[in-house]
């Protein structure tokens, strides 16, 4: 079983649709985050969940909106993607914030 | 902000020689962790250091952390292929916030 998995893996788009990304943990984790892989490997969070709750936020468009429905599910919703934000978005979780990271496969985001 | 610089972006190494990248921190850190991933991977976890000039060896990779806190070093020993990918470290504050450093690219020459 996969300890953290995304869908989808690839998501190909025109500027300006919504889309979202899955995640899932199975590793009963309190911690969940989303990152930012761009072209240059630079891997930037943009957001993090404790239990819920959301933690860090940092500079990201308001377009950009996390949801957590439980401690294992950690959504990401982009409204009227642009062209700068295709990259990589990797979802990751961890036992409490700041210890170890486990991530996902990743989601190649390609906005055309 | 915290900010966590990594050197060199990229190294290019012949097979067999050895390979370090550095990590520096504006601020003091509550614990290190490194990261490799590989070409079209995802990171994966190496190991963390939390002490005060701690060294940690993993086969031929070894890591420390600096008496400060603020920084910290991966060298690889006697590089092999299967070392090629990006190595990052990241910093952990006592808030709770993990920075990363901009990443090393390693590539080994068979």
């Known amino acids: 079983d996969t300890a953290v998995s995304q869908t989808p893996k690839y998501l190909v788009t025109q500027m300006g649709n919504d889309k979202s990304i899955k995640c899932e943990q199975n590793l009963g984790h309190d911690t969940m985050y989303w990152y930012k892989q761009d072209s240059k490997k630079f891997l930037k969070i943009m957001f993090s969940?404790?239990?819920?709750?959301?933690?860090i936020n940092e500079t990201v468009p308001n377009r950009f909106s996390p949801k957590s429905p439980d401690k294992a599910h950690l959504n990401l919703h982009i409204n009227s993607l642009e062209l700068g934000d295709s990259a990589v978005y990797f979802c990751?979780?961890?036992?409490?914030?700041?210890?170890?990271?486990?991530f996902g496969s990743g989601t190649q985001l390609s906005v055309l | 902000g915290q900010q966590v610089m990594q050197i060199p972006q990229y190294q290019h190494v012949q097979e067999g020689e050895d390979f370090t990248t550095y990590c520096n921190s504006s601020?003091?850190?509550?614990?290190i962790q490194w990261y490799k991933q590989r070409p079209g991977g995802h990171p994966v976890f190496l190991i963390q250091l939390v002490k005060s000039g701690e060294v940690k060896k993993q086969k031929r990779l070894t890591f420390q952390f600096g008496e400060a806190k603020k920084n910290s070093s991966l060298h690889i020993t006697a590089t092999q292929t299967t070392d090629v990918g990006t190595y990052f470290c990241a910093g952990g504050t006592s808030y709770g916030k993990l920075t990363f450093g901009q990443g090393t690219i390693l590539t080994v020459h068979p």
């Open positions: 969940y404790n239990n819920k709750e959301l933690i």
């Open positions: 990751a979780s961890s036992l409490r914030p700041n210890e170890k990271l486990f």
């Open positions: 601020t003091t850190l509550s614990n």
